[in-house]
């Protein structure tokens, strides 16, 4: 059941310890080397998990390695925050298997984008706990800013964005708590344990190399489900590398997302620079956010 007053954690200060984990995808020594020697920059201690570089196909390596690690930092006291190394596929065989008792006990933050959304909607939903949709180590060189704003919001030192406003956006002011994360992944979730909660709150969205008519199919998902019936907000962040048949789907993704939802009354946005695209600005899921869209530019402040 969803909690209706979300757990805000305390944010991290120098000295505390950041564990990482690959509860997903497979990752390298090369891979995430800089990526540790960025995050004692800021001050922090790095604890990696002990099967972190394991490889099983595709997979950091067996189903059992990936939740032991987890497991572990979700349990270590030590252990304040948890960030992905990276995303992939592979965390909707993990989550099933997490004790989270423990980190109930001792929250902390859990980080990460993409496949990762598999945590932020099953954390949110049976704890209310908040968590960080944000950039992960494996993409720290790819954007400076998204991941200077990750280490500003670990540290408490983000409260609002203000980015453009969109052709297609609708206009707007409200209040909710911030939920969502990858579309596709949110889909594969429907009528599991971690399917998402979105009633009275604002629903983020973004997604990647999917065929416009499966956007489609999956936004109607959504509507069918009444998933965009109570909405306080809709976040759209980056749809990137889209793809079409030989014969056209005949509007763009975020054509079929405003169709989706034209029936309503909530502010939208689009273009928010989170998710997959060139900019990955981080999100605090689970917190209450203001949304406020006006013709020349929108507001998202926590």
């Not at 987890?70 to 099933?96: F, H, P």
């Not at 199919?217 to 489900?225: A, E, F, H, N, Y």
């Amino acid at each position: 059941m969803t909690k209706s007053n979300p757990i805000v954690l305390p944010y991290l200060k120098s000295g505390d310890c950041i564990g990482i984990v690959a509860p997903a995808r497979k990752i390298s020594v090369d891979e995430l080397s800089s990526a540790i020697s960025l995050l004692e920059s800021w001050g922090l201690k790095v604890k990696v998990g002990k099967n972190i570089y394991a490889t099983l196909n595709q997979f950091a390596g067996t189903d059992k390695e990936r939740t032991a690690d987890m497991q572990q930092m979700l349990d270590n006291t030590e252990v304040k925050a948890i960030i992905a190394a990276r995303g992939g596929y592979g965390s909707v065989w993990v989550i099933d298997k997490l004790d989270f008792t423990k980190f109930c006990q001792n929250p902390k933050w859990v980080a990460g984008f993409s496949d990762i959304t598999v945590f932020h909607s099953h954390i949110q939903k049976h704890f209310g706990i908040e968590t960080l949709h944000s950039t992960m180590p494996i993409n720290f060189s790819k954007d400076s800013e998204s991941t200077e704003l990750l280490r500003k919001a670990l540290f408490g030192e983000l409260k609002e964005y203000n980015v453009d406003a969109q052709p297609l956006n609708r206009n707007g002011k409200s209040n909710g708590i911030l939920c969502g994360g990858n579309l596709s992944v949110l889909y594969s979730l429907a009528a599991t344990p971690s399917d998402i909660d979105t009633s009275g709150k604002i629903l983020f969205l973004e997604d990647l190399d999917e065929y416009l008519y499966h956007i489609d199919r999956m936004m109607m998902q959504l509507k069918r489900s009444g998933k965009l019936d109570n909405l306080k907000g809709l976040v759209i962040g980056s749809f990137s590398e889209m793809k079409d048949n030989i014969i056209p789907f005949g509007k763009t993704a975020e054509q079929i997302i405003l169709d989706a939802v034209e029936e309503y009354n909530y502010p939208v946005c689009f273009g928010f620079p989170a998710g997959h695209g060139a900019k990955n600005f981080p999100l605090y899921m689970g917190r209450n956010a203001e949304l406020s869209v006006y013709a020349e530019k929108v507001s998202l402040a926590f």
